[in-house]
C-alpha cells in the first residue's frame, strides 16, 4: 500500500542566536493508511520536533533546513501557508500530550470541535452541532447531547483527551499525529483512550503517528516503529521484529530499563529480575557526538563507533539500524 | 517483631471554601517493618500522595494514629515534632521544584544536618562528601546550583538529602515519574542499591505497578482514600483479589506483550470525586462485577494467607479476568 | 551552554547539564541584553549624577534670586530660566531632585516593608491569620489612596516626614497582595516542603526560604514604588499639599502652575524631571523583572 | 445564593470599617469646621459660633458624634456640608455623575488601546513598532497626570484650540439634546486620555504579558493545529483567555482611578466628585470629605463586583453555575 | 473603542465649531471667576464670590457712583436725622420680588436684622438698635450713637434686601433658598450646577426702566486662574472681575478682542500687608518691625513681584478713600538703617550672622501676593541676619486658626476696607477687637489707647472732613507703630470682552449691579 506520509531525510535546525544547531538530522519515517506507527525515544531526541514539522507548527526560531514531507502527493515543506492551514486539521490533524490545557478554557467543547468543521467544510449552525454531536458520540462520551455546552474544567482527563481526539477526527484526516496521547492520563484511562482510538482507527482507515516515550505503549498500539536516539532515526521495522529483536542498542537498552509486570506464576520470580540501564543521558542540543551519537552511551562503543558515522544496516525484512555493530546484539544487557 | 512504622485509620479531610470536604485520605492503616519497602500505588486522586504527606507532617491528619518506633507521630507540635524529623525524610516527585534554585548543591545536601543539629559542625562537610559519593555524584559538584544539574542527577541530591540525617525511614513520593526510561532505570537501582547497603525502610508511592514490583516488598492499592488491597508484593502480583486491582494490571503496558488494547479487561470511566464518595464500595460505579450489595455497603476488609487483605464483598469468588492470574489460581 | 563541567560522576556518569554560569552571572547577561533597560539605567545614573554631584559643578543658591522673575532658559544668568521670584531653575531642579528622590525612595521602604510582612505573614500561613491581614489590606485599597493621604497630609501637616509617612502608608496593600501571591506560590514547592521536613522553623522557612525567592519581583515592585511614590508626591505638591520649605520638583511644578501660560519652563523643565526619572526606574525595573523571568523561576 | 451574601455581608463590614476609621481620623486633624465656616462667612460672633457649634454637634463628645453620624448615615444622611450650605448627599449626587463619566470613559479608552498595543506587541514583540508602542505607553505613566493635563490643555486648548479649556459642558448651552451631548463628549475628550494615559502603559503591558503567555500555551498550538489563521487565533482563541488578568486589574485599579481623577479634575475644572473631594479637604469640609470617601469606597467596591460578574462571563471556570471545586493543598496526586 | 470613535468625531466637529467661537446667543453674558461661592445669601455671608451673585440677585436701599456719591436704588429718597440718630428711607412703590410678591418696609426690617445678627461684618451694622415700620413703604433706622458708615453698608453687595417670606424661617444658615436665591434685583436666579456654574436671567419687572440690558448672565466657575485666563483670551467668557493675578492680566491685556481695565473697585480696598504678632517677642519691640519694613524694596516688590500691576500701599485705608492720606512714613528702602534698629533692640548677630529666626505664615491659595511674598522676605532678610521660615498651610482653616490663636511671628494678609473705614479698618486696630479665635479681629494684638480713642471719635463724626482729619492722625500712628507693614493695594481687574459696554465702574465694581451691559455688536 502506498505511503499517506513519507518523511524524507528531515533536517531541522534551532537558530539560538550565536549558531544554528542541529535537531533533526536526516529522519526518514512512513505512514501507510490504516496503520500506526510508532515513534519512540527519550525526551531531547526530536519526537515532537518530527511531528511539528510535519504539521508546520514548528516553534520560533526552529526551521526546516532540509528533506521533504509528502502527503498524498503533496511537499508540505513547500506548501504556502495558506494551504498548510487548509490542510491543518482537515487532511492531517494532531492530538496533544495535555489534554488540561491542550482545549481552550473558555470555549465549550462544541464551538471548539465545530470550529474545524466550519472551517474546513463550510459546514454552518444547526449542521456543524449535528457533526459536533457525532464525534462525541463516535468517541464515546456519555451523554453527548449534554457535553456540547460543556466547558473543558468541566470534564474529566480522559474526556478532555476525547474531545481532542473529536477535534482532530472531525474532518477525517488521512493522518493523526498522537504525541504522547496518554502520557498525562491515568493507566486504566490510557487503556480507554488507545483502545478508542484503535477502535476509530479501524473503521476509518486513518494512519496514525503515534509519540511515545512507552515501549509499552509502542507494543500495544504500532504497526510499524521508529525510534529516535538525538535527532536521528536509530532504528525502525515493524513492531514484532524490532521488540522481538531490536538491532539497535539503544533500543536494547531502552527495553532492558523498562521494567516488567510479572504476574501469576510469573510474579515469583520477579523479584530476582535487575533493571538494566543506559549510562549518561541524551546529549543537549548543541553537544551530539559528531560520528555515532549513542556511542558514549553504548557498551559496544569502540574506536570507530567515535570516528565514523554508522550506516543503515538491514536488519530483517522491513528492518533497520543505525549501528556498527547489528551482528553483537547479544552482547547487550 | 514491632513494626517500625504503624498506621492506624488515617484520614485527611480538606474543607472546601463552599462548605463540602475533600475525602482525601479515608480510613488507612498499615505497617511497615524495619528494612521492608511498602509500596502505595493509585491513580491520580486516590490519596496517596496525601498519605505520603500526612506522615511527614506536611498535612495534619483528622483521625487515627501514626506511630513511629514508638513515637506518636501523628499527636506531636511544634518542637517535639521537629526533634523527631531526623528519623524521616521524604523524596519528592519533581526534581525541578524540590531543590531550592538559590542554595548550592552542597548546601541543599547540608541544611537539614544545619537544621537539626545534628553532629558536629565540622564533621558535616564530610558527611555531605559521603552522601554525595553513595548517590554517585563527585563532591566537587558540592559549589553548583541546583540548574546545573540534570534531573537524574537533582534527584540523585534530593536521595542525598534525603539520607544525610540517617533517617529510620524515607517516604519517596513518585520520585521517578517525572523522568526518562533510562535515568528511571537508573534512580530505582540507586534506591536499591542504597536499600540493601543501608538497611533502609521506604514507603514508595507511585502509580506504576511494574515499578513497584520491582522495589518493594509489600504494596498497597489506594483508590479514593482506601486502601482495596495489601499484601506482600510476591503474594499480590500473584493472587491479587480486587477487581480494581485487576483493572490496573491489564492496563499496565509492556513492550513483550503485543495484545491489542481491544482485547484486554478494562473498567470504564474515571475515578469520581473524592468530595461525595460513593456510600458502599467506592469502585462498584466501575467494576464489572458490582451488585446491589456492592452499591450499597461498605466491604469488609477480608484477610487470607500471608496478610493478604482485600475489601471486597466477593474477594476470592471472583475469578479474575487476566490470563495469567487465573491459570495461576487454577 | 558551552562549558563543561569538572562534576563527574563515580557510579553512574551522566554527562552533567550546562551552564556553570552562576546566576547572578546569567541575570546581568539578560539584563545587559536588554537595550531599552540599559537606556534606563543611563538616564538613571544621569538624574541621580545630576541631583547629587550637581551642586559640585553648578554652585548657584537654589533659594536666592539671581535674575528678574521668568527669564526664559538661555538667559545671561540662569541657563534653565528663572521662576516666579526669580530663582535659578537648574539649582531648583538640581536641589529639588534631592528631596523628590528622598521622599519617593523613604515612602517606597515604608510601602515596601508594610506590604512584605503583610503579605508574607498572609500568604504563609493562611488560614485565619490570612482572611484578616487581607480584609485589613482591602481595607486600605477600597480607599482612593490620594485622597487618603490628602486627608493625613491635611491632619498631621504639610512637612516632608508626614508626605512620605503619608504615602508610605497608603501604598503598601500592592506590594502586600504581591508578596503574599508569591509567598502562596513558593510555601507550596516541593523545596520549601523539603525545608520543612529537614526540620525548619517557621521562621526560617519564612525569611531564609521563600522570602529570597519572593524578593525578585518584590525588588521589582519596589523599584517601580519609588517612581509611583515621586509621582504621588508631586501629585500632592501640585494640590498645594507639599512642603513649601522644601524644593521638590513637584513643588516647583504646583508653585509655577499659574505660569504655565507665560513661563512653560517652570513647569515643564521639573515635568521633564520626574518623567525622565520615573521613565528609567520603569525601564530599568522592566528589564530586572525580564533578566529574572526565564532564567531563574522557571528551572 | 449565599456566596453573594457572604459578599454583601463582607462589604457592608468593610463600609463601616471606612466610615469609624474616617471619622476617627478627622478628629485628630486639628481645628474644627466651625472655624472654617466662621472663616468663609468671613468672621462671626462668638454667640453665633457658639450657636453653630452646637447646632452641629461639635460640642458633644467624640463617641456620640460617632455614634449620631453612624445612625444617620444609615438613613442615607450624610450631614450637612458646612462649606457648599446644602445636604452633603445631594452635593455628592450632583458631583458622582461627572465623576463616573469621566472614570468610566478613561477606563474604556485605556483598556482598549492599551490591550490592543499590547496584543500587537505580543505579536511582534521584536518589531520597531513594538518598541515605540512600550516607550509610548511608558510616556503616559512616568510623566506626572496632572503635567501631562497640562501640557495638552496648553497644546490643545490654546495653541491649538481644537478643545475646550474647562468644565463639561459649555454653559452657554446647546439648542438640541444630540448638540448637548456633543458637547460633554467633546469636554471629555482632554480629560479623560488624560487619565487614561497613566493607565495605558499598565494595561498595554498587562496585556503584552498575559498574551505572551497564552500565545504559547498549548491549547493555542491546537487552533493552529486546527488550520485557523492568525486572526482567528488571536481574536477567537487568545484574547478571552488574555483578558483574565487585565479584567483583574480592572477592578483593582478603579480605587486608583478615582484618585487620579482628583487631579486630573482639579487641571480641567472638571465638575466632579475628585475635585469636590480637593476643595472640602482645603475648606476641612468634615462631612463632605467622610462622604466622599465612603461613595469611592462604594464606587470601588461596585465596580469590583461588576468585574467580578465580567470576569465570570470571560472566564467560565470562575463564577459559572457548575463550579468545580479547586484541588487542595497536598491533594495532588 | 466606540467612545473613542465618538470622542474624535465630537472633536472634529468642535474643531469646526470653534473656529468662530461667537456667543451662541447675542444677549448672554458669561462671567468667569476662580471662587466657588458657598451660596447665594450676602446677608449672612461675605465674600466677593457672594457678593456678585447678590448684588445681581437682590437689590439695596442704595447704590453708589463711581465718585463715592449714593444714589437711589430701592429707596427713592432718605434722609439723616439732625443728631445723626436716625435714618429714614423712603422706599420705591410697586417693587416686587422675582416670586411675584410685594416688597415692602417689613422685609426691610428684617434684612436688616438679621444681616446685623448673621453678617460677619459685625461693626457694619453694630450700632442699629431698631428699625421702624410706619407704613410699607418707609423704614426707620434707628441708631444708637451716629455711625457715618451705615451709608456706605446699604449699598447693593453689603445690603441686599431678602424676602421675609422666604428667609424667614427656621435657620437662615441652611435655608436652601440661600442656593436659590429670590431677590428684588435686576436679574432672577435660575438655575446652580454645583461647582460648575449659574445661570441668572433677565427679570423682565425690573423697577428700574429698561434694565437690564442682558437677557441672561451665566457666572461660570474655572478654578483654577490659568484656565480661566485662557478661557478669557478664546472667548469662552466675556468678562473676568476681580482678576488679580499679574501675568494674567498682562497677558489678557496684550489678547485679542479682550480689554482690561482696573476702574471701579475703589471701595473694595484691598490691602495687601505683613502683619506681626506684636505681642510676641522680638516683635513686640516696635524698632523690629520699623526695622523690617526698612529692609523691604518695596520698588522690587512692585516692579519686579507684582509686575507693576499693583498700586503701592502705605497706610491702612485705601488710597481712593476720601479718609486716606500719604502723609505717613514711608519705609524706603535702607538696609543699613534696618541694622541699626535692630542692634539698638539689642539683637546682634551670632557668630554665623544670624540675630533670630523667625517663622511667616501666608493665606494659602493666593500665589502672587501670599506665598511669594513670604519666599521673598525669606530671601530678602536673610543678609540682615533673620532667618525666617516660611509656613504653609495646607488649607484657609489652618492658617486661619494659626493666626487667629496668635501661633505666629509674621504672617501676609489680605484685608478688604470695604468702603467705609468702620467696616473694614476698625477692626484691625482696635483693643475692643482682640478676640481670641476670630480671624481678621485684631489679630496682632495691637493696643494703643490713643488709637482706641480716635477711632471712636472717628466712628461717630458726621462731618466728613473733621471725620478725615481723625483719620489722618490714626494712620499716621498706626504707619508709625507699625503692627503691620502695607505692602500694596491687591489690584483688581476686569477684563471683558471688547464688544461689551456699560460694565459696572462703581466703586463696587463688579460686586455691584451689571444691568447696564450690553453687547454692543
Not at chain 3, 288 to 297: E, F, M, Q, S
Not at chain 5, 235 to 263: H, T, Y
Not at chain 5, 323 to 347: C, I, N, Q
Not at chain 5, 484 to 489: M, S
Request: hydrophobic residues 45%; aromatic residues 8%.
Amino acid at each position: 500500500m502506498d505511503p499517506v506520509l513519507e518523511i524524507t531525510d528531515l533536517k531541522v535546525g534551532v537558530d539560538t542566536g550565536r549558531q544554528v544547531q542541529s535537531v533533526l538530522d536526516g529522519v526518514s519515517l512512513k505512514l501507510t493508511p490504516g496503520k500506526t506507527l510508532g515513534v519512540v525515544g527519550e525526551s531531547g531526541c526530536g519526537k515532537s520536533m518530527t511531528a511539528l514539522s510535519t504539521m508546520g507548527l514548528l516553534p520560533d526560531r526552529f526551521a526546516v533546513s532540509g528533506g521533504s514531507i509528502n502527503l498524498m502527493g503533496e511537499d508540505l515543506l513547500a506548501a504556502k501557508p495558506a494551504r498548510m492551514r487548509e490542510l491543518r486539521g482537515n487532511a492531517i490533524s494532531m492530538i496533544f500530550q495535555e489534554p488540561m490545557t491542550a482545549l481552550n478554557p473558555v470555549l465549550t467543547v462544541e464551538r471548539q470541535i465545530a470550529e474545524v468543521v466550519e472551517l474546513h467544510q463550510g459546514k454552518t449552525g444547526a449542521e456543524a452541532r449535528e457533526i459536533a454531536l457525532e464525534m462525541l458520540r463516535a468517541v464515546q462520551i456519555p451523554s453527548p447531547e449534554d457535553r456540547l455546552a460543556a466547558y473543558p474544567h468541566e470534564l474529566s482527563g480522559g474526556m478532555r483527551q476525547r474531545v481532542m481526539i473529536a477535534i482532530a477526527l472531525a474532518c477525517r484526516p488521512k493522518v493523526i499525529i498522537a504525541d504522547e496521547p496518554t502520557t498525562a492520563l491515568d493507566v486504566t484511562v490510557q487503556a480507554q483512550i488507545f483502545r478508542l482510538l484503535r477502535e476509530l482507527q479501524e473503521q476509518t482507515e486513518t494512519a496514525i503517528m503515534l509519540i511515545t516515550h512507552d515501549l509499552g505503549a509502542v507494543a500495544e498500539m504500532a504497526d510499524e516503529v521508529a525510534v529516535l536516539y538525538a535527532g536521528k532515526c536509530v532504528e525502525s521495522g515493524p513492531v514484532r521484529e524490532i521488540l522481538s529483536n531490536p538491532s539497535h542498542p539503544y533500543t536494547r537498552g531502552l527495553m532492558a530499563c523498562t521494567p516488567r509486570l510479572r504476574l501469576g506464576a510469573a510474579a515469583a520470580s520477579a523479584a530476582e529480575e535487575g533493571l538494566g540501564e543506559i549510562p549518561g543521558m541524551v546529549p543537549p542540543l548543541g553537544r551530539f557526538p559528531k560520528a555515532c551519537r549513542f556511542a558514549p552511551r553504548c557498551a559496544l562503543a569502540d574506536a570507530r563507533c567515535h570516528a565514523e558515522a554508522p550506516p543503515l544496516v538491514p536488519a530483517g525484512p522491513d528492518h533497520s539500524a543505525l549501528c556498527w555493530h547489528t551482528d553483537k546484539m547479544e552482547q547487550v544487557a | 517483631m514491632t513494626p517500625l512504622l504503624d498506621v492506624q485509620d488515617l484520614k485527611v479531610h480538606f474543607p472546601l471554601a463552599n462548605g463540602s470536604t475533600v475525602h482525601a485520605v479515608d480510613g488507612v492503616s498499615f505497617q511497615v517493618n524495619e528494612g521492608d519497602s511498602f509500596g502505595i500505588v493509585g491513580e491520580s486522586g486516590s490519596g496517596k500522595s496525601t498519605t505520603a504527606q500526612a506522615l511527614m507532617r506536611l498535612v495534619d491528619p483528622v483521625a487515627g494514629s501514626i506511630t513511629l518506633d514508638k513515637h506518636d507521630l501523628g499527636r506531636l507540635e511544634g518542637e517535639a515534632l521537629r526533634s523527631l524529623r531526623h528519623m524521616l525524610q521524604m523524596v519528592f516527585q519533581d526534581p525541578y521544584s524540590s531543590l531550592n534554585p538559590w542554595l548550592r548543591a552542597g548546601q541543599a545536601v547540608r541544611e537539614p544536618l544545619d537544621l537539626m543539629g545534628l553532629g558536629p559542625a565540622r564533621g558535616r562537610d564530610k558527611r555531605v562528601d559521603e552522601m554525595f559519593r553513595a548517590v554517585g555524584l563527585h563532591p566537587d559538584a558540592k559549589r553548583l546550583f541546583p540548574h546545573q544539574f540534570s534531573g537524574g542527577q537533582r534527584q540523585r541530591l534530593c536521595i542525598a538529602r534525603a539520607m544525610v540525617t540517617e533517617p529510620r525511614l524515607i517516604v519517596c513520593d513518585e520520585p521517578v515519574s517525572a523522568l526518562d526510561v533510562a535515568i528511571q532505570a537508573q534512580i530505582l537501582n540507586l534506591l536499591k542499591k542504597l536499600q540493601a547497603e543501608k538497611h533502609l525502610t521506604y514507603v514508595f508511592i507511585s502509580h506504576d505497578l511494574a515499578v513497584v514490583q520491582h522495589l518493594c516488598t509489600h504494596v498497597a492499592v489506594m483508590y479514593l482514600g482506601e486502601f482495596v488491597e495489601t499484601a506482600p508484593t510476591q503474594e499480590l502480583f500473584a493472587n491479587a483479589k480486587h477487581p480494581y486491582t485487576w483493572s490496573l494490571m491489564a492496563a499496565a503496558l509492556s513492550p513483550d506483550d503485543t495484545t491489542p488494547s481491544t482485547e484486554r479487561f478494562t473498567v470504564t470511566g474515571e475515578p469520581p470525586s473524592p468530595i461525595n464518595p460513593p456510600k458502599g464500595c467506592r469502585f462498584a460505579g466501575r467494576c464489572p462485577f458490582a451488585t446491589d450489595t456492592c452499591r450499597a455497603e461498605k466491604p469488609p476488609v477480608k484477610t487470607f494467607a500471608e496478610g493478604h487483605k482485600v475489601a471486597c464483598h466477593y474477594a476470592g469468588e471472583l475469578t479474575p479476568p487476566l490470563p495469567e492470574l487465573a491459570a495461576h489460581a487454577a | 551552554m558551552t562549558e563543561t563541567t569538572s562534576a563527574r560522576t563515580t557510579a553512574a556518569p551522566e554527562a552533567t547539564g550546562p551552564k556553570p554560569a552562576h546566576p547572578a552571572l546569567e541575570f546581568l547577561r539578560a539584563f545587559a541584553r536588554n537595550q531599552s533597560a540599559i537606556i534606563g539605567l543611563i538616564l538613571l545614573a544621569i538624574v541621580l549624577g545630576t541631583t547629587f554631584l550637581g551642586p559640585v559643578f553648578y554652585d548657584v543658591d537654589p533659594y536666592s534670586m539671581v535674575d528678574m522673575p521668568f527669564v526664559a532658559p538661555g538667559g545671561d544668568y540662569a541657563p534653565l530660566g528663572t521662576d516666579y521670584l526669580g530663582r535659578d531653575m537648574l539649582a531648583g531642579i538640581i536641589e529639588g531632585g534631592r528631596a523628590t528622590l528622598a521622599v519617593g525612595a523613604a515612602a517606597a521602604v515604608i510601602s515596601v516593608v508594610i506590604g512584605i510582612l503583610i503579605g508574607s505573614l498572609a500568604g504563609y500561613f493562611g488560614g485565619w491569620i490570612d482572611a484578616a491581614l487581607m480584609k485589613v489590606t482591602e481595607f486600605f485599597q477600597i480607599l482612593p489612596t490620594l485622597l487618603l493621604a490628602m486627608v493625613l497630609v491635611t491632619i498631621f501637616g504639610a512637612t516632608l516626614v508626614t508626605i512620605t509617612i503619608a504615602i508610605g502608608a497608603v501604598s503598601w496593600p500592592q506590594v502586600a497582595r504581591l508578596a503574599r501571591a508569591e509567598f502562596m506560590k513558593i510555601r507550596k514547592l516541593d523545596y520549601v516542603q523539603a525545608a520543612r521536613t529537614a526540620g525548619a522553623r517557621d521562621a526560617y522557612l519564612i525569611f531564609r526560604v521563600i522570602l529570597p525567592a519572593a524578593l525578585p519581583p518584590l525588588v521589582v515592585a519596589a523599584g517601580l514604588a519609588v517612581g509611583a511614590a515621586i509621582l504621588f508626591e508631586a501629585g500632592m505638591s501640585f494640590l498645594g499639599l507639599g512642603d513649601p520649605n522644601t524644593m521638590s520638583w513637584g513643588l516647583i511644578i504646583g508653585q509655577n502652575r499659574n505660569y504655565l501660560l507665560d513661563a512653560w519652563w517652570t513647569v515643564t523643565l521639573p515635568g521633564v524631571a520626574i518623567f525622565i526619572t520615573v521613565l528609567a526606574i520603569s525601564l530599568v525595573g522592566d528589564g530586572i523583572n525580564d533578566a529574572l523571568n526565564p532564567k531563574l523561576r522557571r528551572r | 445564593m449565599p456566596p453573594l451574601v457572604k459578599r454583601l455581608a463582607s462589604a457592608i463590614g468593610l463600609l463601616v470599617a471606612v466610615l469609624v476609621l474616617n471619622f476617627l481620623l478627622i478628629q485628630m486633624a486639628p481645628g474644627d469646621p466651625v472655624e472654617v465656616i466662621v472663616g468663609e462667612m468671613g468672621g462671626a460672633s462668638e454667640e453665633l459660633i457658639a450657636r453653630l457649634r452646637a447646632e452641629y454637634g461639635l460640642d458633644k463628645p467624640v463617641i456620640v458624634q460617632l455614634g449620631l453620624y453612624l445612625s444617620k448615615v444609615v438613613t442615607g444622611d450624610f450631614g450637612y456640608s458646612y462649606y457648599f450650605n446644602q445636604p452633603v448627599l445631594s452635593l455628592i449626587l450632583q458631583r458622582l455623575p461627572a465623576t463616573i463619566l469621566l472614570v468610566v470613559s478613561s477606563l474604556m479608552i485605556a483598556v482598549v488601546v492599551g490591550t490592543l498595543m499590547g496584543i500587537y506587541s505580543a505579536r511582534k514583540p521584536k518589531g520597531l513598532l513594538s518598541h515605540f508602542v512600550t516607550i509610548f505607553s511608558l510616556v503616559g505613566y512616568a510623566a506626572p497626570v496632572f503635567w501631562t493635563g497640562l501640557m495638552l490643555l496648553i497644546l490643545f486648548a490654546s495653541v491649538f484650540p481644537i478643545f475646550p479649556v474647562s468644565g463639561m459642558q459649555n454653559v452657554r448651552g446647546s439648542e438640541t439634546w444630540i448638540g448637548a451631548v456633543l458637547d460633554v463628549l467633546h469636554h471629555l475628550v482632554l480629560p479623560s486620555v488624560t487619565l487614561a494615559s497613566i493607565y495605558i502603559a499598565t494595561y498595554s503591558r498587562l496585556s503584552r504579558a498575559s498574551m505572551l503567555d497564552v500565545l504559547g500555551s498549548d491549547y493555542i498550538r491546537t487552533a493552529r493545529a486546527k488550520g485557523l489563521n492568525e486572526r482567528r487565533v488571536i481574536f477567537g482563541h487568545a484574547l478571552r483567555n488574555g483578558l483574565i488578568p487585565v479584567v483583574t486589574m480592572v477592578g483593582l485599579q478603579f480605587g486608583q482611578l478615582f484618585a487620579g481623577a482628583v487631579l486630573v479634575e482639579t487641571v480641567f475644572n472638571w465638575p466632579g466628585l475628585g475635585r469636590l473631594a480637593y476643595e472640602s479637604i482645603l475648606r476641612r469640609d468634615y462631612p463632605t470629605i467622610l462622604a466622599i470617601l465612603f461613595f469611592s469606597a462604594i464606587l470601588v467596591m461596585v465596580a469590583n463586583i461588576l468585574t467580578d460578574l465580567a470576569y465570570g462571563r470571560i472566564d467560565p471556570r470562575i463564577g459559572g453555575g457548575r463550579r468545580k471545586p479547586s484541588k487542595p493543598k497536598g491533594a495532588a496526586q | 473603542m466606540k467612545l473613542l470613535k465618538t470622542s474624535t468625531l465630537a472633536g472634529a466637529l468642535a474643531l469646526g465649531l470653534s473656529a468662530g467661537f461667537t456667543p451662541a446667543f447675542a444677549d448672554t453674558l458669561v462671567v468667569g471667576t476662580t471662587q466657588t461661592p458657598r451660596h447665594f445669601n450676602g446677608a449672612i455671608q461675605s465674600g466677593i464670590a457672594t457678593f456678585m451673585a447678590t448684588a445681581q440677585v437682590f437689590a439695596s436701599p442704595l447704590k453708589y457712583d463711581a465718585e463715592w456719591n449714593p444714589e437711589p436704588y430701592l429707596a427713592e429718597s432718605w434722609e439723616t436725622s439732625e443728631d445723626g440718630l436716625s435714618v429714614t428711607l423712603h422706599l420705591r412703590d410697586g417693587v416686587t420680588f422675582h416670586d411675584g410678591e410685594p416688597l415692602t418696609s417689613a422685609d426691610v426690617k428684617f434684612s436688616i436684622e438679621t444681616i446685623k445678627e448673621n453678617h460677619p461684618f459685625q461693626t457694619m451694622l453694630a450700632p442699629v438698635t431698631e428699625v421702624e415700620t410706619p407704613d410699607d413703604l418707609t423704614a426707620v433706622i434707628h441708631l444708637a450713637n451716629p455711625h457715618p458708615a451705615l451709608m456706605l453698608a446699604m449699598s447693593p453687595a453689603l445690603m441686599p434686601i431678602i424676602p421675609e417670606h422666604v428667609y424667614g424661617e427656621g435657620n437662615i444658615q441652611e435655608n436652601p433658598a440661600n442656593l436659590s436665591p429670590v431677590g428684588s434685583g435686576p436679574f432672577k436666579f435660575v438655575e446652580y450646577q454645583q461647582g460648575d456654574f449659574y445661570r441668572l436671567e433677565k427679570n423682565e419687572d425690573f423697577f428700574l426702566d429698561g434694565l437690564p440690558k442682558m437677557d441672561e448672565v451665566i457666572v461660570q466657575i474655572i478654578g483654577d486662574q490659568a484656565n480661566l485666563t485662557l478661557s478669557a483670551e478664546r472667548g469662552d467668557v466675556d468678562m473676568v472681575p476681580f482678576m488679580s493675578a499679574i501675568r494674567d492680566v498682562q497677558r489678557l491685556e496684550k489678547a485679542d478682542g479682550v480689554s482690561v481695565s482696573d476702574d471701579g473697585y475703589d471701595a473694595i480696598g484691598p490691602l495687601n500687608w505683613i502683619a506681626f504678632n506684636t505681642q510676641k517677642p522680638p516683635f513686640d519691640d516696635v524698632r523690629v518691625r520699623q526695622a523690617i519694613g526698612y529692609a523691604m524694596n518695596k520698588d522690587f516688590i512692585l516692579e519686579r513681584l507684582l509686575g507693576g500691576v499693583a498700586k503701592d500701599s502705605v497706610g491702612p485705608i485705601t488710597a481712593t478713600s476720601p479718609m486716606a492720606t500719604d502723609e505717613v512714613e514711608a519705609y524706603d528702602f535702607d538696609l543699613e538703617k534696618a541694622a541699626a534698629l535692630l542692634d539698638e533692640a539689642g539683637l546682634a548677630p551670632d557668630a554665623d550672622g544670624v540675630r533670630f529666626t523667625a517663622t511667616m505664615d501666608f493665606i494659602p491659595g493666593m500665589a502672587e501676593m501670599g506665598r511669594n511674598m513670604a519666599e521673598y522676605m525669606r530671601t530678602q532678610l536673610r543678609p540682615l541676619g533673620i532667618e525666617v521660615e516660611v509656613r504653609t498651610a495646607p488649607d484657609f482653616p489652618t492658617w486661619a486658626q494659626r493666626i487667629a490663636s496668635y501661633d505666629f511671628d509674621m504672617t501676609e494678609d489680605s484685608v478688604y476696607n470695604w468702603g467705609d473705614p468702620v467696616i473694614g479698618v476698625h477692626r484691625t486696630y482696635l483693643t475692643s477687637n482682640i478676640r481670641e479665635g476670630v480671624i481678621w479681629s485684631n489679630t496682632q494684638r495691637y493696643s494703643n489707647p490713643e488709637v482706641d480713642a480716635l477711632l471712636e471719635q472717628a466712628a461717630v463724626e458726621t462731618d466728613p472732613e473733621a471725620r478725615a482729619e481723625l483719620y489722618k492722625t490714626f494712620q499716621q500712628i498706626v504707619v508709625a507703630d507699625a503692627p503691620i507693614l502695607f505692602i500694596n493695594e491687591v489690584p483688581f481687574y476686569t477684563a471683558y470682552n471688547d464688544g461689551l459696554t456699560g460694565l459696572p465702574q462703581t466703586i463696587w465694581g463688579a460686586v455691584s449691579p451689571w444691568d447696564e451691559v450690553e453687547w454692543t455688536e
